[in-house]
């Protein structure tokens, strides 16, 4: 299974304590494959150094991009899927070009992608992904 994953969603499954945390865990165990852009990763890098700063932002990217289940994805066209928020198109692109299973997302300009009737999409929420796994 192949998933691209908002910022959002991928802080809210990071903490220990967290009610997904069993995402970031089913990552770690290589049960889906993480499919990122340029794009999605700088914003991930600019999220978590706000977050938790350099060392922890370092560590986590760095397991990130070494990882065997990172599926790397170059954006040769931007569909502008993503009404009213252009920012987030990075991530129906990411998920177009690499014939991703799903976006997790709780974000619900993505979450409307959900009507498009081409291309199509599907979108969960993290709750939604959770339970799958």
């Not at 899927?81 to 997302?105: C, G, H, P, Q």
Request: glycine share 2%; proline share 2%.
């Amino acid at each position: 299974m192949k998933i691209v994953l908002d910022t959002n969603c991928f802080i809210s499954c990071i903490g220990k304590s967290s009610p997904y945390r069993n995402v970031f865990d089913s990552f770690l165990r290589e049960q889906y494959t993480l499919c990122v852009s340029t794009e999605i990763l700088l914003e991930y890098e600019e999220v978590f150094l706000i977050k938790w700063g350099n060392d922890v932002t370092i560590n986590l990217l760095s397991r990130l991009v070494r990882a065997r289940n990172i599926e790397f994805s170059t954006i040769f066209f931007n569909f502008n899927m993503v009404n009213n928020d252009e920012d987030d198109n990075k991530f129906a692109d990411t998920f177009l070009s690499s014939n991703a299973d799903y976006i997790v997302s709780n974000d619900s300009k993505l979450l409307a992608l959900n009507k498009s009737v081409f291309p199509e999409f599907t979108v969960l929420t993290l709750q939604e992904f959770s339970q799958i796994l």
